[in-house]
Every structure is written in C-alpha cells, then in structure tokens.
C-alpha cells in the first residue's frame, strides 16, 4: 500500500479562521455516520447540525470561490428539487408533499458550509465505522434474541439493509486513507470491521435488492485500488467477501438462504399468475407503471393523478388492489410515471453527474482525497441500484442519506483539492 500522505487536519488559511468551526462540522458529520440507524430519526441531526451551521455564511465571508465542477453538482441539486416541487405545484398538493423534495435544495448550503469547514477526516471515517457496528449489533440482537423475522432499525427494513450495506462499503473506500495513517494497522482492521459489520446489518435484514448492484460497487473500488493492491490480493480480497457471504448463506439462523429461495418461489408463482407475493407485487406495481408512462410519457401523471390511473387500472384487474395503493418500487419508473421524461431525465442526473465528477479523482495521487472520491463514487452506484426495487426518495431516509452525504463527501474533497501545497506535506 502507498505511504504518501496529506496532513489534511492543519487549519487552511484564510479559509478556517480558527478551529471551532471545523469542531463543530466534524461531530455532525460523526453523528451522520454513527447513529443513523440505531437512533429514531437518527439520520437527521448531524444534518440538521449542518444546515444551521451552514447560517453563519450570511454574515461569514467563505474562504473559496466554487468552481465549475460544484456549481454543475448544485445546479443538479436544486433542478430535481425545483422539478419535483413544480410538479407537486401543478398537482395542487398540500404543503406536507414539499418536505422530501425541498431537501435537495437544503442540501447546497451544506455544501457550500462543508466547504469552508471539512471535517476531519478521522471524525468523518470513524463516524461510519461506529455506525456499522451499532447497526450489525442491533440487527444480531434482534435476529438472533428477539426472534425478530428481519432485522430493523426506525427506518423500514430495505432502508435499514440498504443504508447499512452502503456504510460497509464506505468503509472499503476509505481504506485508502487508513493506509497512509500514522496509526495505519489499526484504522485499517477498524474499517474492515465497519465494512463486515454492514454488510452482516443488511444480510440480516433481508433485504435482497442492495446485493444486485455489488459487481459495480467493486468495480468502482477496483478502479480506485486495483492497481494498488494487485491481482493477487484482490482476488484474496474477493475470495474473502464470498467466503463471508457463503458463510452467512449456510447458516440458516441468518435467514438469509430462506429469503434467496423465496424469490424463486415468487417468480414461479407469479408465472403461474398468482400475484399475491413480495416479488409478485412489484412485478405488478411496474407493469402498472409501465402502462402509465405509455400513455403520458412527456408530462406524466403528477401524484394526485398516478394514484387515481393506478386504481382505475386495479379496479379493471390489470392490477392488484395493493398495487394501486403505493408508489411502483422502483425509482425511474416511478419518476418517469409521475413527471414524465423531464423527471426521468433530472434523476439520472442527480446520478450520473455525480458519478463522473467523483470518478475523475479516483485515480488521485493523493490517497486520502482518493478515498473520499471513492466513497463519492459508491453512493450513486449504490443509490442506482436501490432504486431498481424500491423508490428510495420516497422515504425521509433515503432522500437525507443520498441528498446531504453527496453534499459532505463532495464538499470534503473539494476542499481539500483548494488545501494549501505546504499542507500536504508529510
């Protein structure tokens, strides 16, 4: 592993002009990763921190001038915020129905705070191996004690097995930085645990939709590490994994081999036209949607006018009555049924162009700004693959990780890339 190192956690000039405002940022960005899923609501106070840290900018001058590159990711930001809400407009929805959306906009304040005052990245990295474990430990209990069928959290259960595999799989990214650590054994075993114990919290939650997209997930970590590691590590690193995984598999307290071979139950019984199962449903629930967007693919239904199509649709029997009374369990279809192709477009976007901006520094000299870059890069593989089954946004869960994590990481980066050349010596 590479040696070279940047002394991040000097203060920068002109743009932190004392500690406290650092301080402060590094325990709200702790607390996002520590107590996420093991407090109620648990996601939002390191955020709220954040945003009312985020304040003092009205009277603070920041030290930075955002370039191209931040402006592009705000801009992508506010305009499916901006779309979201101007759709919810159309539609006459209550106040209520602007909460979820309008966290997007919340999120560029954040970032420009994050900005100005990184955290320190052992606070940042700690934060999420602290939140593994407590989530892992929880899910144990619960699974194994309480005789709980799937393991949750105060957040629905895909939300709690996504959200923890996605922790574990920050953890792998910021490998790169434990490695260039004074204390580098120790950082290193520390967030191998954080990413074991967040995959065991999604295992245990049973939550099948997350594992999908892991091939891309470690595709990205192999772009960022590969060449680093070598071929014969990495394929000791990935016989690893699959050991775990088939350990887990085989044991049957898990329960995770019960819910492999119930979705191949649920597809056969589907062929055979029953509807009436886990898969079945969201089989049903797309083809719902599907028939939605053939029909109104421009502009697309709005909220008020989805539900109202989707039951007209059930009570015709092309779908289930449950169906008809939910969202369509997958993100793209549910956005492009409900906002049409301007919809679709501003959530691909709040995807991909992320991914790209990260993607570019993955290959970074610097290994504590590659780690950050990497753990960027996850979060909208992840999120792409999440949404393939569920409609993350959705949900105050999904919409606060996504939304202010993009924000924390991408502003962690940039400043440090905007970092003085005589603070990254060693």
């Known amino acids: 592993m590479p040696t070279e190192q940047t002394v991040y956690d000097s203060p920068r000039p002109g743009v932190l002009p004392c500690f406290s405002g650092r301080n402060y940022s590094s325990l709200a960005v702790f607390l996002m990763g520590a ?3 093991v407090v109620d609501s648990g996601y939002t106070y390191g955020v709220v921190l954040l945003l009312l840290g985020s304040l003092s900018l009205l009277w603070r001058t920041p030290g930075f001038s955002p370039g191209g590159e931040d402006k592009l990711l705000m801009a992508v930001l506010a305009a499916y915020s901006l779309i979201f809400m101007l759709q919810l407009w159309l539609g006459a929805a209550g106040a209520s129905a602007y ?3 309008s966290r997007f906009m919340f999120a560029v304040p954040v970032l420009l705070f994050v ?10 990295w700690g934060g999420l191996v602290a939140g593994s474990v407590a989530t892992a430990g929880w899910a144990v209990w619960q699974k194994l004690f309480l005789g709980i069928e799937r393991a ?6 895909i939300q709690f097995g996504n959200i923890s595999m996605l922790f574990g799989l920050f953890c792998l990214a910021g490998l790169g930085w434990a490695a260039v650590q004074p204390n580098a054994r120790r950082w290193i075993v520390l967030l191998l645990l954080g990413a074991v114990c967040g995959a065991l919290g999604s295992l245990l939650s049973g939550s099948r939709g997350g594992w999908v997209g892991l091939p891309f997930v470690f595709l990205v970590l192999y772009k960022a590490y590969g060449g680093v590691l070598g071929k014969r590590l990495t394929l000791l690193a990935v016989a690893a994994l699959a050991g775990l995984g088939a350990l887990v598999y085989a044991l049957p307290q898990t329960g995770v081999q019960q819910r492999v071979q119930q979705a191949f139950v649920d597809i056969e019984r589907y062929q055979q036209g029953d509807r009436e199962s886990s898969l079945g449903y969201r089989f049903d629930m797309w083809q719902g949607a599907i028939a939605l967007i053939a029909e109104r693919p421009l502009t697309g239904w709005g909220t008020e ?3 109202e199509r989707m039951q007209e649709l059930a009570v015709q029997g092309v779908i ?3 169906s008809a009374n939910t969202h369509a369990h997958n993100e793209y279809l549910d956005n492009f049924a409900r906002r049409g192709i301007v919809g679709l477009l501003s959530l691909l976007a709040l995807y991909l162009v992320p991914l790209k901006l990260f993607a570019r520094r993955l290959n970074s000299h610097n290994f504590e700004l590659r780690a950050v870059a990497t753990a960027g890069a996850i979060l909208p593989v992840a999120f792409m693959d999440f949404g393939l089954s569920q409609v993350f946004f959705a949900h105050n869960s999904g919409v606060m990780v996504y939304a202010f994590w993009l924000a924390v990481l991408w502003g ?3 400043a440090m890339e905007q970092a003085p050349a005589e603070s990254r010596k060693l």
């Open 99 to 101: 909460d979820r959306p």
């Open 305 to 307: 006018g989805y539900r």
């Open 320 to 322: 289930t009555d449950y």
């Open 412 to 414: 962690t980066m940039r």
């Open 152 to 157: 949750t959290g105060h957040t629905y259960v």
């Open 115 to 124: 900005l100005s005052f990184p955290p320190r990245l052992g606070w940042l």
């Open 35 to 37: 107590i996420a899923l």
